[in-house]
Structure formats: C-alpha cells, structure tokens
C-alpha cells in the first residue's frame, strides 16, 4: 500500500487487474473441520490466499499464574508460513504478525462467553500458507468458524473483509497488485448478526465519502463471507449426521 506511482494499469474499461468488477469479492472456499487433532478448525481459500485455522478448549491453562479466575484465556496466534510469499518470508514471529494477533484476539475476545469458562484457555492457531493480501481478514474468518466447529459458545461469528481505494474507485476486496499499487486499505471484522465493528484499520488516506463508501461496501463484503462461513459450518454437521444415521 502506499499509492507509489507506477505505470501498471490498475483498472481498464470498468474491470480490475483481475477481470472483476468493483464490488465483486474473489471467489472463496470454507470447509469445517478438517483437522482431526484440533478441537475445531477450518480451512479457507480466499482468491489465492489459503489459510489453516485450529481451535482448541477450553482446556487447562498454562503457565497457571496466567489463569483468570473470572473468565477463560483467549490466545490467537496469526503465522505467515515462509514459502507463503514471493520472497521467502523469514520464519516466525515478527511486528506485523503481533499486531495482527492482537487486533484479531480482540475482536474475538468480543464474541466468545469467556466468562462461562473461568480459569482455563482459549487457543486459536491460524497458518497463512499463500498469501496474496487480505490474510488478517481470511484467517479471522477461518479462526470464527473454528471456534464454532470447536462448540465454544459464542455471541455471533465474526467475519471479516476489506474495501479500498484503486485508481480513483472504491473496490472490494483488494488483491496483491491492488493493495501494493493502490491508494488505501480497510479491512473491517462485524459480528453479522448485530452488524458490531469489533476490528477496523486503514492504510492510505480516504475522502469522508470515500471511507462512508469503502465502509458500507466491506460490510456487504462481509454479509456476503458470512453466508459462506454457515454453509461450512452446517455441511460439517450434515456430515456427521449422515455418518450417525440421523436426519
Ligand atoms: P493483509 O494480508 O491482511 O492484507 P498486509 O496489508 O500487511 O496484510 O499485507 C498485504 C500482503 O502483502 C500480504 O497478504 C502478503 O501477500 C504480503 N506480505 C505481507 N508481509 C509480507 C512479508 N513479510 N514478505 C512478503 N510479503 C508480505
């Protein structure tokens, strides 16, 4: 991000780099529990993004004098694996990934009943194995439906989206040319029942009308993600109802 003069064509005759129109997301996949160790998890394809997500508790907490006595331990851990990028991104932790940590267990720290499970820990662990701008927003979607597939008990899924601005247009859903060669980039996380923010940054700078724009498009963006998200939730469940014999 950044609006660097670049004589790469972002938008032509109505259509994006990518052939799609301005308030068109990239195609997405969700599939619920795919991972058999973890207590829930998901596995999303977002455009050329693909994200890994497991959930596990409420479990014991440790070290205990990290315990809460009032309510449970949310931990969210976001990781770029190194082959993830075009260049091999060094491994671990880094100031990007804390913050996107961060950002993200707050807004799920919003929608789980910690206070139903004192004392004990909340984990979600989130892998970006290829990223192509967006990943916060694909892994907290992916980290939501793990939660859920997990049975945590929470408020609403939190699903997450970005709009932004592109040679002069407000888009949905920036892809990699357009978020390094475009001029701003917010991505927001709602609850879609209630329609509460619980996450919202920005790069760039945007008009007043241009942020109203960008705002209410990502949370269509997000209405849309959400419909998704349920789908993989209740094809999960169908499943192992056929397995059990049940209707
Ligand atoms: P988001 O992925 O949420 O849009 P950013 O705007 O920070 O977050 O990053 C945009 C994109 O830039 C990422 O999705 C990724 O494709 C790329 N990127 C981010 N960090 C790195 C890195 N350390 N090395 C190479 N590419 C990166």
Avoid at 210 to 217: H, I
């Amino acid at each position: 991000m950044g609006g660097a003069k670049t004589d790469i064509k972002l938008i032509s005759k109505g259509k994006r780099i990518d052939g799609r129109g301005f308030e068109e997301l990239r195609p997405i996949k969700i599939e619920a529990g795919v991972l058999k160790r973890a207590d829930g998890s998901c596995y999303l394809e977002w455009g050329k993004n693909k994200v890994l997500a497991a959930a596990y508790g409420p479990r014991e907490c440790f070290p205990k004098h990290t315990q809460n006595s009032y309510r449970a331990k949310l931990t969210y851990r976001y990781n770029m694996a190194p082959f993830s990028t075009d260049d091999r991104k060094r491994p671990g932790p880094d100031r990007r990934s804390t913050e996107i940590s961060k950002v993200s267990r707050e807004a799920l720290e919003k929608v789980v009943f910690l206070e139903y499970f004192p004392r004990t820990a909340i984990e979600v662990y989130v892998e970006v194995l290829q990223a192509d701008a967006g990943t916060r927003c694909a892994a907290l979607t992916a980290a939501s439906v793990a939660l859920a597939d997990a049975g945590i008990p929470m408020r609403d899924l939190i699903v997450a989206c970005a709009a932004g601005k592109v040679d002069d247009e407000i888009v949905l859903d920036l892809c990699q040319e357009e978020d390094n060669y475009g001029s701003a980039d917010l991505p927001i996380a709602i609850s879609p029942r209630t329609g509460q923010i619980h996450l919202m940054q920005m790069d760039g700078t945007l008009t007043r009308k241009e942020f109203s724009t960008a705002f209410e498009m990502a949370q269509k963006g997000c209405l849309k993600v959400n419909e998704l998200q349920k789908k993989a939730l209740k094809d999960k469940y169908e499943k192992i109802g056929e397995e059990y014999g049940t209707e």
